[in-house]
């Protein structure tokens, strides 16, 4: 869903928060092998002025939290969680500039601050913008080649996953 979140509402656009709703399509879609979270950019809007990195990850950890706690039928595993960190948001540009003014000096460090995370809470993790950056055209979003370069290294991380 365009302008999703980790657990902050939108205040223009309903629903636009990744927490509501997902353990339920945990339970519907169980027993999973993996579930892969990569939220976080859409948190560093100008409606959230104070979210930093390390906001950011908190999101990430109620998300992985709520993954864990779906109401799973007995005997079902809980899946394993790989959090990937999106590419640093680079200086906004174009339409979407004032939607994402200052993000680009607020996520600093997302990176580190998933990384600890997804250790502390003992999951995967995979950092996009070490195969990726964020778009030349908006400074934001994944180009159509950046999609490319980014499902490809997940490929090979899922595949490793999959076969411990």
């Not at 869903?1 to 223009?12: A, C, K, L, Q, S």
Request: aromatic share 6%.
């Amino acid at each position: 869903m365009n302008g999703r979140r980790t657990v902050w509402e939108d205040p223009f656009k309903p629903g636009r928060n990744g927490r509501p709703g997902l353990a339920q399509r945990i339970e519907i879609h169980s027993p999973l092998s993996l579930v892969i979270l990569m939220l976080g950019t859409n948190d560093f809007q100008f409606c959230h002025p104070f979210n930093d990195a390390w906001s950011a990850a908190q999101g990430i950890a109620a998300l992985v939290n709520e993954v864990r706690q779906a109401p799973i039928e007995p005997g079902m595993p809980v899946p394993p969680i790989l959090v990937v960190c999106p590419p640093e948001i680079r200086s906004p540009k174009g339409s979407i500039a004032p939607k994402f003014l200052g993000a680009e000096k607020r996520c600093v460090g997302l990176a580190g601050a998933y990384r600890q995370v997804a250790s502390d809470l003992q999951c995967s993790f995979f950092d996009a913008g070490s195969v990726t950056t964020s778009s030349v055209v908006d400074g934001v979003h994944l180009d159509a080649d950046q999609h490319i370069k980014l499902g490809t290294a997940l490929a090979e991380v899922v595949r490793h996953l999959l076969t411990i």
